[in-house]
Every structure is written in structure tokens, then in C-alpha cells.
């Protein structure tokens, strides 16, 4: 299975983004889905989570009451809707998926929670 994400580019303070993720195939079923970004020589930052009942995990501390995650099981696509960009929020955007269940959510905020991983799409913000 491949993960596809689309939707980065350079757009300015305050602007709006909406990153996708697809899965390759229709048939895979991931308990989660969920998006990391990273900047160069740094560590990947967890952003946002959604479990396939719709149950949604956002980093509070960056992104929380900007970014908003959602999930379209027939297509099996989620999407990261990104509003009021700081440029502090540029970053490659990744998206991943996990099949295994965590009694615990904190595992999902972790990039050893995830087994599949899309490829990364670039979000620039200029101030």
C-alpha cells in the first residue's frame, strides 16, 4: 500500500491549505491516519490523528483551533485542513497510517505508531 499526499505549496501568513493523503489501494482498512511534519534537523512533529470511527488526536500546542483533520472512509482519504498558516508552520507534511490498535491514543502521536508512510508534500509560509 502506498499513501499519496498532494495539496503543499507557498502561500502567505494567514492563508489556507487543505492537504490530502490517499491510500493506493480500496480495500485498506488502517485503524488511524495521521499527519507529521518535519523541517530539516528536526525531529517529525506530530500534528494530527483521526481513528477510522471519526475519534480526532491535534497537537494542541502548534496547531490546535487552526488545523483540522477529517477522513472520507468510502475513499479512504483523509484530509488536513490548515487555516491562519504561520510561517512557523512550514514543513514537509506527512501523512501515515496504522493497523495496529493502541489501548493508549499516546502511541498515535508517535512516528513508531505508524507502518505505512506517504512521501511528503512541501508547505512553504511566507510572512
Known amino acids: 500500500v502506498q499513501l499519496q499526499a498532494s495539496g503543499g505549496g507557498l502561500v502567505q501568513a494567514g492563508d489556507s491549505l487543505r492537504l490530502s493523503c490517499a491510500a493506493s489501494?480500496?480495500?485498506?482498512?488502517?485503524?488511524?491516519m495521521g499527519w507529521f511534519r518535519q523541517d530539516p534537523g528536526k525531529e517529525r512533529e506530530f500534528v494530527a490523528c483521526i481513528r477510522s470511527s471519526g475519534l480526532t488526536t491535534i497537537n494542541t500546542d502548534s496547531v490546535k483551533g487552526r488545523f483540522t483533520i477529517s477522513i472520507d472512509n468510502v475513499k479512504n482519504t483523509v484530509y488536513l485542513q490548515m487555516n491562519s498558516l504561520k510561517p512557523e508552520d512550514t514543513a514537509v507534511y506527512y501523512c501515515?497510517?496504522?493497523?495496529?490498535?493502541?489501548?493508549?491514543?499516546?502511541?498515535?502521536?508517535?512516528?513508531?505508531?505508524?507502518?505505512?508512510w506517504g512521501q511528503g508534500t512541501q508547505v512553504t509560509v511566507s510572512s
Open positions: 489501494r480500496r480495500s485498506f482498512s488502517p485503524y488511524v
Open positions: 501515515a497510517a496504522s493497523r495496529r490498535y493502541y489501548s493508549s491514543g499516546s502511541y498515535y502521536t508517535q512516528p513508531s505508531g505508524y507502518d505505512y
